[in-house]
């Protein structure tokens, strides 16, 4: 779900289990996902067109977030060498502005793009300054990850994650609800590599006896 192909494969090896989906599909969502994590939104905004060009006609927000995020990444560009930032202005003039007036936030959001090149990046505020956080990037990847599987009609998140939050759940519930539980409990995840002392350790961490086997 998250874009992994060779952790996927090496799960379903170990685990006895078939593949669920096309490896071609995991590899063209994991390309540009990658492209969008080292800022090469256009490429990104071209693969996802040659994979499904519906996507970003039917999801107006996806695309602009996209094109915004092109935007500071060109801005960005500009500010690390000094150099001309007409790129960016006829970006955000061709490209991002027709689109701003259609939508509140949209505008919004260009507004504060566009301030990014009034003020030196040593003196933005949070809000500014934010928007060269890599975090944007991630949060790019994840949306247009999520689409796409949409757009396929999978689920949109790994059943692992699913377990885990259901689990974190049943404990919080647990302790709200006056049960003594240990303060940490292990997920279980840790593999083979631990001898039989670490796993006695940790089940006694975990509030549990040692297993004896004969």
């Known amino acids: 779900m998250e874009g992994y192909p060779n952790a996927a494969a090496k799960f379903c090896k170990e685990a006895n289990l078939q ?25 990104a905004i071209e693969t996802l067109n040659e994979l499904d060009p519906q996507i970003l006609d039917d999801d107006k927000a996806l695309h602009f977030s996209l094109l915004r995020l092109q935007l500071v990444e060109l801005i960005r560009s500009c500010n690390a060498t000094g150099g001309d930032i007409g790129p960016a202005l006829k970006f955000a003039t061709e490209q991002l502005g027709p689109r701003a007036p259609t939508n509140p936030r949209f505008l919004e959001d260009l507004e504060r793009t566009m301030a990014l090149l009034l003020f030196p990046q040593e003196n933005l505020e949070p809000q500014l300054a934010a928007l060269l956080n890599p975090s944007l990037r991630r949060d790019a990847a994840d949306s247009v990850n999520r689409a796409i599987l949409e757009r396929q009609s999978a689920r949109r998140e790994a059943a692992i994650r699913h377990l ?10 647990a302790r709200d609800k006056g049960s003594s539980l240990p303060d940490r409990i292990d997920i279980g995840l840790r593999g083979e590599e631990h001898d039989g002392q670490s796993r006695r350790q940790l089940d006694v961490e975990n509030g549990h006896e040692p297993m004896v086997t004969s």
């Open 19 to 43: 593949p669920q989906q096309d490896g071609t599909s995991i590899r063209s969502r994991q390309e540009i996902q990658n492209f969008i994590h080292n800022g090469n939104i256009q490429a």
């Open 164 to 173: 885990v939050k259901m689990r974190a759940w049943a404990e919080n519930t």
